[in-house]
């Protein structure tokens, strides 16, 4: 049994990997990854309006507004990290000469007016939309300006107003030993980097259901079917078609992650403020895992996940297959197939949200649900819901749930290879089930 169990697997899995379409579409993901991940390099390759200078008109009524204004644009560009180049320029011309010169441009003009009650007004006029970053760049450094001029203007010392305007001291006192301060917040980790995370898991399941569904089909609908079994027991058949397509998946993850970290790895080579504001952007995620402990709980938390997503592939596959077993055509195995795939879909979401009803019994049963466990029970013990003890207790029930689906399942599958009958699915399904061996 074990050869011809490695030869069918063999088979299968070299079929897979040496389709054409699996090879196009690989190509495909790859530059498709790479290219969202580089997207402003190949845009501005290609003649985009990254690395364009933008021009910013001033019309100064006040005679004495623009150098602070200018130099405060100039410091918050230069703050944020902005790629694109900012030149900014004084105009000694009426507001509507002014209007004329940017006509057909993305030239911005800036006009700025006295203001008895407020120290300070303004008007931004552009011939189109203005980035919406840039635009609150604008706004930020006329702020800073108006800030400066009433200070020169008033009595107020600036040392006492840089007291007035800093942040205030908080101390956060949470009465709970058990909790702590700094992981208040994980919530909102979990909120930007989890969905991330599961995304492709969510996907490969959706794909794994698929593969096995249009496997099974095409071999029963093209009568090859009966020649394999005529050659192979319908439990080596099975089992080859499990274990062939969770290798698949595993195989086309790993190639997706390697996707991303080249395209990261091109994109360090790019040396430009982009690149920067990404790399410190993750830097300040991930210190904020630091600082909340979430760091020292990933040696326990990514065992345990990879765990239950190679369980969960697992019982998605076996009832994937049960169910094709009993289909005679891709589109009877379609409308079987909702179900599952409805079920993933709560999962996924499930998990996204976890945070919210952060302290649900409801949603901590729903942890241990086959299916569902593999997308929540990690959201959970990220956040404090399900101890590590809960978690491994999830996973023995979906061990105890893959076990209980091979049993019974194999039953089903055995008489439904070579049944072609398509009336009362469901009903041959249970006959198939109670039928003793």
Not at 87 to 104: F, P, Q, S, V, W
Not at 232 to 241: A, E, I, L, Q, Y
Not at 294 to 321: E, N, Q, R, T
Request: aromatic share 10%; glycine share 6%; with cysteine.
């Amino acid at each position: 049994m074990s050869t011809k169990l490695w030869f069918l697997i063999h088979h299968s899995l070299k079929k897979k990997l040496k389709n054409k379409w699996f090879i196009i579409a690989n190509i495909l993901l790859l530059i498709l990854v790479v290219g969202i991940i580089n997207i402003d390099s190949i845009i501005s390759f290609f003649g985009g309006e990254f690395n364009e200078t933008q021009e910013v008109y001033v019309i100064d009524e006040t005679n004495e507004i623009y150098p602070y204004f200018e130099t405060n644009l100039n410091n918050t560009t230069t703050l944020l990290g902005m790629e694109k180049e900012t030149k900014i320029e004084r105009l000694e011309k009426t507001e509507e000469e002014a209007i004329e010169t940017i006509k057909d441009s993305s030239k911005i003009i800036v006009l700025l007016e006295a203001d008895p009650e407020n120290y300070l007004s303004a008007k931004v006029t552009s011939n189109q939309y203005i980035d919406s970053v840039f635009y609150q760049m604008i706004v930020q450094a006329l702020s800073e300006t108006k800030q400066q001029i009433a200070l020169e203007r008033t009595d107020i010392d600036i040392e006492e107003m840089n007291r007035i305007m800093s942040p205030i001291n908080i101390e956060r006192v949470i009465l709970d030993e058990q909790k702590n301060s700094q992981e208040e917040n994980m919530s909102i980790v979990m909120g930007t980097v989890f969905p991330t995370i599961i995304l492709p898991f969510f996907i490969l399941v959706i794909f794994l259901i698929q593969m096995i569904g249009a496997e099974i089909n095409e071999e029963k609908s093209s009568r090859s079917m009966e020649i394999i079994i005529s050659n192979v027991s319908p439990k080596t058949h099975f089992f080859s078609k499990i274990i062939a397509s969770n290798l698949f998946v595993i195989i086309q993850g790993i190639l997706v992650f390697l996707y991303g970290a080249l395209g990261l790895f091109l994109r360090s080579f790019q040396g430009n403020s982009s690149f920067t504001v990404v790399s410190d952007t993750i830097g300040e995620l991930w210190n904020s895992v630091v600082s909340s402990s979430f760091a020292d709980k990933l040696g326990y938390i990514i065992p345990l996940a990879i765990i239950l997503m190679l369980l969960s592939f697992l019982a998605y596959s076996l009832v994937a297959g049960i169910l094709a077993s009993m289909t005679v055509s891709l589109e009877d195995y379609q409308q079987i197939q909702t179900p599952i795939l409805l079920i993933c879909l709560v999962g996924y979401y499930l998990a996204i949200m976890a945070g919210m009803f952060e302290g649900s019994t409801f949603i901590k049963i729903l942890g241990f649900v086959p299916f569902l466990s593999c997308l929540l029970a990690p959201a959970l013990l990220i956040l404090g819901d399900m101890t590590i003890l809960e978690v491994m207790i999830a996973i023995g029930i979906l061990a105890l749930f893959d076990g209980f689906v091979i049993k019974y399942g194999l039953k089903i599958y055995k008489i439904g290879i070579l049944n072609y009958s398509t009336d009362k699915m469901w009903q041959k399904i249970m006959k198939a089930a109670r039928t003793k061996e």
